[in-house]
């Protein structure tokens, strides 16, 4: 087994994949609202079904998260409420393994959005965070990575999976999926002892 791939190599066969889009970062005012919330189901280590929630956020949009998945004020403001729509999202992540690239940055806002709006909290079994478990491969490939790890593009790239995101713009429902696609390929080559055969 490939050590520096040990995380992906202990993962269920069937998990639960989610991604969000968002009004823009955390700041001095607090978390920001999520915009979009994709979820992908993994069953036996392929891609079952993906969902996109619409949410309408309780912050507005900025501009640069607006150029990212290019949903504006005026769509959003349309968008079903998240506790109207939490209850479906929930039934997604109750006793599953969720897998997240960037847990740090996703996950707090789920939870604040939880809180925020009185919503019964989720109970998955685990979190995942397969940007974090990707470090110790990406730095023995040299894999370009920040202080939080290697970005989902970078993984695509280096393991050669077609990219979803078309024009370059980011949406939760396809960024689940890519994610998906990103941590079968890692699982694919962690029993090897050498480097993947992916680069020409």
Same mark, same amino acid.
């Given at each position: 087994?490939?050590?520096?791939?040990?995380?992906?190599?202990?993962?269920?066969?069937?998990?639960?994949?989610?991604?969000?889009?968002?009004?823009?970062?955390?700041?001095?005012?607090?978390?920001?609202?999520?915009?979009?919330?994709?979820?992908?189901?993994?069953?036996?280590?392929?891609?079952?079904?993906?969902?996109?929630?619409?949410?309408?956020?309780?912050?507005?949009?900025?501009?640069?998260?607006?150029?990212?998945?290019?949903?504006?004020?005026?769509?959003?403001?349309?968008?079903?409420?998240?506790?109207?729509?939490?209850?479906?999202?929930?039934?997604?992540?109750?006793?599953?393994?969720?897998?997240?690239?960037?847990?740090?940055?996703?996950?707090?806002?789920?939870?604040?959005?939880?809180?925020?709006?009185?919503?019964?909290?989720?109970?998955?079994?685990?979190?995942?965070? *397969?940007?974090?478990? !990707?470090?110790?491969?990406?730095?023995?490939?040299? $894999?370009?990575? @920040? %202080?939080?790890? +290697?970005? #989902?593009?970078?993984?695509?790239?280096?393991?050669?999976?077609?990219?979803?995101?078309?024009?370059?713009?980011?949406?939760?429902?396809?960024? *689940?999926?890519?994610? !998906?696609?990103?941590?079968?390929?890692?699982?694919? $080559?962690?029993? @090897? %002892?050498?480097? +993947?055969? #992916?680069?020409?």
């Amino acid at each position: 087994m490939r050590e520096s791939l040990k995380p992906f190599h202990d993962l269920p066969d069937s998990y639960i994949v989610l991604d969000t889009e968002t009004t823009g970062l955390p700041d001095e005012k607090g978390q920001p609202g999520i915009v979009t919330l994709g979820l992908t189901r993994v069953i036996d280590r392929k891609i079952h079904e993906s969902v996109e929630f619409k949410l309408k956020p309780y912050r507005p949009i900025n501009a640069e998260a607006e150029r990212v998945h290019h949903i504006s004020n005026e769509e959003a403001i349309k968008f079903p409420s998240f506790e109207k729509e939490w209850p479906n999202i929930k039934q997604w992540l109750d006793g599953q393994v969720v897998v997240i690239h960037n847990k740090g940055f996703d996950w707090p806002i789920v939870e604040f959005h939880v809180a925020h709006y009185h919503c019964s909290p989720p109970s998955p079994i685990q979190l995942f965070c *397969s940007q974090k478990a !990707a470090i110790p491969f990406a730095a023995e490939e040299g $894999i370009p990575m @920040s %202080s939080r790890g +290697p970005s #989902l593009d970078d993984l695509t790239a280096y393991l050669k999976i077609d990219p979803l995101r078309k024009g370059g713009i980011h949406g939760a429902k396809i960024d *689940s999926m890519q994610t !998906a696609l990103v941590v079968e390929g890692l699982r694919k $080559i962690a029993n @090897s %002892s050498q480097s +993947p055969a #992916l680069k020409s």
